[in-house]
């Protein structure tokens, strides 16, 4: 009897920081699929982002409130400052995209997405009017592009998985939207 008592107990502690009632009727269907903790695949036990049923978040340390429809999350602090995230589900996991600004590099005016782009971090992107591309000057592979929806499909050669990425480019700054995959923080 004891140990059916402790089970309850567990069971109900985990169902409590969870965080979010996701058969809530008072939550959008949109705010049922992201409530939650979520962390990097690859760091599963570290929070990154939490959104709870209540409207608020929790993003690296840092509280919001926040929005969410079918294709963004937007985090908004009381300074009115936002942080707006694409993301897309993947069945219980998340697509989380991180936005990365990269700077032309090339000698002459940028042709859409053509050209080499880099930033302060020493990350970069080479697109060829050939259709291949070269990542942080050590991955190469093709790319197919979209300009319907601003995406541009990366096929690596052999390091990672293909991978959708969203683009915007505005001048010479050339602004990318990057997918990390999330899942429920353990």
């Not at 936002?82 to 005016?109: A, C, I, N, W």
């Not at 991978?163 to 429920?184: A, E, F, R, S």
Request: charged residues 30%; aromatic residues 16%.
């Amino acid at each position: 009897m004891k140990i059916l008592r402790l089970f309850a107990v567990i069971a109900i502690l985990v169902v409590a920081l969870a965080g979010c009632g996701k058969n809530d009727s008072n939550l959008s269907e949109a705010q049922k699929k992201v409530c939650g903790s979520w962390a990097y695949v690859h760091d599963k036990e570290t929070e990154v982002l939490k959104l709870k049923d209540d409207g608020t978040a929790k993003y690296e340390k840092n509280k919001y409130t926040y929005e969410v429809n079918d294709t963004y999350i937007t985090l908004m602090n009381t300074k009115g400052e936002t942080v707006k995230f694409r993301y897309e589900m993947d069945g219980e996991d998340m697509l989380l995209y991180f936005e990365t600004e990269y700077e032309y590099s090339g000698e002459t005016e940028p042709n859409g997405i053509i050209g080499v782009w880099s930033n302060e971090k020493k990350w970069s992107f080479e697109f060829t009017t050939d259709g291949t591309f070269m990542e942080d000057g050590y991955f190469p592979g093709y790319y197919f592009q979209d300009e319907a929806t601003k995406s541009v499909k990366l096929v690596y050669n052999d390091h990672f998985e293909d991978t959708t990425i969203y683009y915007t480019v505005d001048g010479n700054k050339l602004t990318l939207q990057y997918p990390w995959k999330m899942v429920t923080t353990e």
